[in-house]
């Protein structure tokens, strides 16, 4: 075909469009140049007497995203012609009986909010139902916010947390503002704790925020002058370690200072001790439960009740062994197999350091073909002797077992095991990824010898000491924590800086192993790379255990 005929033929397919298309094929065009006077002009000749054309959700939706990107504009002849022309839509679409999908009624919330409407962007946003998001409701929350409606503020956000919808640091940095500037104290606190759990680190523009806040009279003045250390110290352990959320502990003015932390978790500036934060007992608790109801549904029910008795027998664990991933380790080469050496050093090593025996999780059917080299066979029995071995049965998955195990008794995980596959995902839990930060211990081997890459001695999180002083962990764009700042956030009489004044230091150790666990995780490590006696049990034979 020439030129020439496809131009014709091209002229002729535009004249035989309905009306309907050629506006949806316009409308596209102006969703893609962003033009204002050009969709309105295109809106006013749709909805003409004359035109008659039926406009459909995606319409609406289309008009809508090129009202809320005008509403950005620095004109505020377009700002103002956005929102004009954003509610004469909307009130169309109302006439026509279309009810705002959770996209339109988000962009109308932008254009109420834009005009300081913060009621209806709620009542829009509260429209959808269940289907909002956190941007649907965010218009209202931020003009709220902006405008120091502070209980109108809050009742947005009870609402969202009834959806079960998560706040994350935008939101929660304006409500803490929000807070700050209507003097409501016990708020602030509120959502420090709140920002704590959503974000690890801040930004900027938070940072800021906390500061102004730490350093406002009214800061200086909340607080309990007197409280019992042996309650906060408990409440710190009940919580994972790394806050107590009791409230404001100490009267007086806040010092707020930029600081590093060390790599095993004293504060430069203050000399206060960071803690690995973990999971709190309830979701410890919940975590187990979840772990064991999975495994009973996909493992013959039986097997697993089983176990769980024989874990009850047990007089508890301080390191449990994923034995199939440590045997197996860079075993792939010719002539390579299941390696008995390798697992027997890492038990010995875990052994040597503790003088305790970890638990080491390893199949059945492994277990009976290495019983089948007589060299393998005086090994295996030490650990049967000493209870410290468990077989999975036939047609089980191992994985289930040694996860339980270290739940229940909220200890160190030896594995190399990434736990991303789908039955780690069947757990779906937003504290999964926290628990296997502070639990699972990874290894590799130098010169024949195992080496492990224990859990971070510190929690890069918002942490509250028993003091009452803060260090919250600033964003950073590198991996290396040792150039991280922190905010550092206490008062002079709290301030820990008699260990620093007096010359005590504390050297960092490599060969740490101590649980991280809701016993031991505020006393921070070991440093002699012990377990300390004192704070663990005893394993070995079922009931009489012997070292």
């Known amino acids: 075909m020439n030129t020439s005929n496809f131009a014709a033929c091209n002229k002729k397919n535009k004249k035989n469009l309905t009306p309907e298309l050629q506006f949806r094929l316009n409308l596209d065009q102006c969703s893609k140049t962003k033009d204002l006077p050009s969709v309105i002009s295109l809106f006013e000749s749709a909805t003409s007497a004359s035109a008659n054309i039926h406009l459909t959700q995606h319409h609406y939706s289309s008009l809508m995203y090129i009202c809320s990107n005008s509403v950005a504009s620095d004109d505020p002849s377009t700002k103002a012609s956005a929102i004009e022309f954003g509610f004469k839509v909307y009130d169309h679409m109302v006439a026509h009986g279309i009810t705002p999908n959770e996209a339109t009624a988000t962009a109308f919330a932008r254009l109420a909010a834009a005009k300081d409407d913060g009621d209806a962007a709620f009542e829009l946003a509260k429209g959808v139902r269940g289907q909002g998001k956190l941007r649907t409701y965010g218009p209202a929350l931020f003009c709220f916010c902006r405008n120091r409606m502070a209980d109108k503020a809050f009742e947005v956000e009870d609402h969202m947390a009834s959806l079960g919808l998560h ?29 704590r759990e959503a974000v690890r680190s801040i930004g900027g523009s938070t940072a800021d925020v906390i500061e102004s806040w730490f350093g406002s009279e009214m800061s200086s003045e909340l607080g309990q002058e007197s409280w019992d250390m042996n309650q906060v110290k408990e409440a710190k ?10 409230g404001w502990l100490g009267r007086g003015k806040w010092i707020v200072q930029k600081a590093n932390v060390a790599s095993n978790g004293r504060c430069f500036a203050c000399g206060e001790q960071l803690v690995c934060v973990d999971i709190d007992r309830t979701e410890t608790e919940r975590f187990a439960q979840s772990v064991a109801s999975l495994a009973m549904e996909r493992e013959v029910q039986s097997n697993f009740k089983e176990f769980q008795g024989w874990l009850e ?3 508890g664990f ?13 075993q792939n080469f010719e002539k390579g197999g299941f390696s008995v050496c390798q697992l027997d050093d890492v038990v010995r090593e875990l052994y040597n350091r503790s003088k305790k025996w970890p638990l080491i999780v390893l199949h059945q059917r492994r277990i009976s073909s290495l019983f ?24 089980s998955n191992d994985d289930w077992y040694w996860l339980y195990a270290a739940v229940k008794f909220k200890c160190l995980l030896v594995t190399n095991d990434e736990m991303r596959d789908h039955i780690f995902e069947l757990l779906g839990s937003s504290f999964f990824p926290i628990w296997k930060e502070r639990h699972q211990v990874r290894y590799t081997f130098v010169k024949g010898k195992p080496k492990f890459i224990m859990p971070p001695s510190y929690s890069v999180v918002i942490q509250e000491s028993e003091k009452g002083s803060w260090h919250v962990p600033l964003a950073c764009e590198t991996n290396d924590e040792s150039s991280r700042s922190w905010l550092c956030i206490n008062r002079p009489s709290s301030r820990s800086r008699e260990a620093l004044e007096n010359g005590d230091t504390v050297d960092s150790n490599d060969h740490l192993l101590k649980p991280c666990n809701l016993e031991t995780v505020s006393q921070g490590n070991d440093l002699n790379g012990n377990f300390d006696s004192s704070e663990t049990v005893v394993t070995g034979k079922r009931k009489e255990r012997e070292e």
């Open 167 to 195: 706040l994350q640091e935008p939101e929660l940095a304006a409500l803490l503002k929000v807070s700050m500037e209507k003097r409501k104290g016990d708020k602030v606190y509120e959502y420090l704790h709140k920002l």
């Open 237 to 246: 352990l009940r919580n994972g370690g790394g806050w107590h959320g009791l």
């Open 313 to 315: 027998e047990s007089s």
């Open 318 to 330: 301080d390191a449990i062994v994923d034995g199939a991933n440590v045997g197996l380790y860079e």
């Open 372 to 395: 089948e080299n007589p060299s393998n066979r005086d090994l295996l029995q030490e650990w049967i002797n000493q209870g410290v071995l468990y077989g999975t049965p036939h047609g």
